[in-house]
């Protein structure tokens, strides 16, 4: 019977290699084939053979029956997984070598087998099958391109395709749609960490492990030590074995009762307090990092389930790795890239490096490694965001790492930075890092925008071009103001302009492609309005001056008019991570450009700043300081910043001017290490040389973490002078109520008035 089945396999397989024609599938809308499940198909096997007929029929109106292998065999079939008709043992092997996800197709004769791995491989066999050979295209979560014809025709194919990562996430709203991720081929949090409404255990999940409200006061010793105190709002005291003791039984419980669950997070709380007892420092020494102990925790949990997979984190604190323990096979080690430059490949970007040498010594220790990575601006989501040529670059360096999960953080929504494009080649990349970028973007931007594409890829190439030219750390916490002097400069912009008008006019007879355009030209549209909010009254402000007077430009009023149409139009929710809404964007802009300059005699007056503001926070320079327009809770946009350091501002007010009131402001916003200054005195002089005292002011001294902006005013009472001084005294390390006491703050100015 080997003998007998060897031979067989040896002609299935030759038959193939001489007979290379095409397979006619649907000839003319007809067909004589079925699709074949095994009698006892799984729920994947189910899907992936729908999913198959109801794209053949798209394509050809022809609907395949779906059958059980009982039904007798006939020539023309499609197989679904490992069906009777499969004597083949090499086939049957092949299987096993497919992994979770992976697949095979392959033709026999007038056959065509699709076979998947031991997970949705066999899903994935089909959509790739519907993709790469019936050229079927799903762009977004609600486009999909299907080519109508009523022939089906196939060249004869032997196609293995094996993931390189187990686990693809690309975190974004498309995903939620489950046709949209089969065909790309991704999975969701909820696939892998919970098991129903439950919610598993994913991230920062020690808090949830060992609740503080539970046992701190009956064991503070199992807390960390900070500055000589156990305290419940940092980590662990990992040294001690009771904590081992209550993590393992409060995993074996949460374990029992949802054994489908593979993979479990037994990892450290958001915050960098490590336990500083004696036994705990004498690890982290020996081990020349926290993550040691970490590791030995986690590893010890490991064994205690031996069929799970327990991740953790190597953050913060515990990012560089141990040098002795190394994680157990069934642990996972999660990295995370938050901080990093986004316009550079992080392997060659200098900036990286420290993170780099993290990730390759942790790939020596590990073959499981998660990352974390961060594909979209949070704090300004409607910004161009030219990060595109770094994917490709940086998922390579991640597998060569060997990085086995991805969670690509890119939040994609409609309309953002073309977030469908983004999660479309991140799914292909995540795939295969190898493949071939420029032709998945073509095909994206043909298929998608239609006869706009070509206009849209010279915005997309010059974006990036001007990207590189600048040189600029592309931060995720970035501004589209920061980058109005390169990327988002005057000429720039006025070139980007004329790409969307060209794009607009050649798909203006197709109301829907049109709608995807003009999403695309939605980061445009905001970054000119923020630019122009950042100088009102600038060369690139809201206003102009006509006749002496300012008046606001037309074209900004029905710019920010259509922008809030679009943004109702397309249903778009936030336009930035903290859930900025369109309605509260719209109110605000017109509350910021609503400003009374009249009565202001420092309105445009010269302004000098000594130091200079840090570069980071700079803006449009010390003339912010009296351009108008005060600053608000958006600490990236006029304000001016200082970090660890005092600050001196002179207001040069032109002559000798009599002056009743002085005002400056500044900002306190502790989340982002911006604190007010201790004290700012006012001073004021002829020359500019000799100044007199007028007052050193405080602010509200029990702020903490409450958001603040807090107006110095001084009263002058008819005081004649050409100068005026503040000096602002900065706390320059984060007090002692803060989570990162000690770390550099910051000193945010802004606006000064005179009356
Ligand atoms: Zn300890």
Known sequence: MIKKLFILSVLFFSF???????????????????????????????????????????????ELPIVTDKNQSKKQEILIGLTNRTKDNIIKNKKKTLKEDGYYLFTNEEKLLILGGSGKGIIYGVTGFLEDYLHCRRYSQTYEFIPAKGTITIPMIDDTQIPPADIRIVHCEFTKDSTYEYFRKLVEIKDIWNDGAYHGYFVHTLQRIIPSDKYFKTHPEYFSVVNGVRVPWGQYCLSNPEVLKVAIAHMKEQITKHPNIKYWSVSQNDNYY?????????????????????????????KAFPDKVITTLAYQYTRKPPLKTKPLDNVMITLCTIELNRSKPIETDTSSAGFCKEIIDWGKLTKKIMLWDYETEFSSSFGPFPLYNTLQPNIQFFTKNNVMAHFQQCNGKHSEN????????????????????????????????????????????????????????????????????????????I????????????????????????????????????????????????????????????????????????CKHDSIQALNEKGLTPEFYYNSTLRTIDVQVEGNLAFKKKVLCYPQPDPKYYGMGPQLLTNGVRGNEDY???????????????????????????????????????????????????????????????????????????????????????????????????????????????????EITVK
């Open 16 to 62: 193939s290699i001489l007979k290379a024609q095409n397979i006619t599938i649907v000839n003319n809308g007809k067909s004589d084939y079925c699709i074949v499940v095994p009698a006892k198909a799984s729920t994947y096997e189910m899907t992936a053979a729908k999913l198959l007929q109801e794209y053949i029929q798209k394509i050809s109106k022809c």
């Open 274 to 302: 490590s336990c500083e007892c004696d036994n705990c420092k004498a690890i982290d020494l020996e081990e020349g990092s926290p993550s040691g102990l970490m590791i030995r925790f986690v590893n010890e949990i490991a």
């Open 418 to 493: 073309f977030g469908e494009l983004k999660c479309y080649l991140l799914s292909k990349l995540l795939w295969n890092p190898y493949a071939d970028v420029d032709i998945i973007i073509n095909d994206f931007m043909n298929g998608f925008y239609g006869d706009a594409a070509m206009y849209l890829r010279q915005y997309f190439d010059m974006l990036h071009s001007e990207c590189k030219k600048a040189d600029i750390h592309l931060d995720i916490y970035g501004n589209p103001v920061w980058l109005a002097q390169n990327i988002l400069s005057d000429i720039n912009m």
């Open 495 to 566: 070139k980007y302009n004329q790409l969307f008008d060209k794009a607009e006019k050649a798909v203006a007879s197709n109301p829907e492609v049109l709608g995807r355009v003009k999403a695309a030209r939605l980061p445009i549209m905001f970054s000119a309005m923020e630019i122009a909010k950042s100088d009102l009254f600038g060369p690139r402000g809201w206003y102009r001056e006509v006749n002496g007077k300012y008046v606001k430009k037309p074209e900004m009023n029905k710019m920010l008019e259509d922008f809030y149409a679009l």
């Open 636 to 750: 990236k946009i006029n304000w001016l910043g200082w970090e660890d350091l005092d600050a001196s501002i002179v207001v040069d007010m032109d002559s000798i001017t009599t002056m009743n009131e002085v005002s400056i402001s500044t900002l306190h916003l502790p989340d982002v290490w911006i604190i007010h200054p201790t004290s700012v005195v006012c001073l004021v002089s002829d020359d500019n040389i000799n100044y007199k005292f007028v007052d050193d002011l405080k602010p509200d001294a029990d702020l903490k973490y409450k958001t603040d902006i807090h107006n110095f005013t001084f009263n002058l009472k008819n005081t004649k002078a050409k100068y005026i001084k503040f000096n602002l005294t900065s706390v320059k390390k984060l007090p002692l109520w803060h989570a990162y006491k000690g770390s550099k703050a910051w000193i945010f100015v802004d």
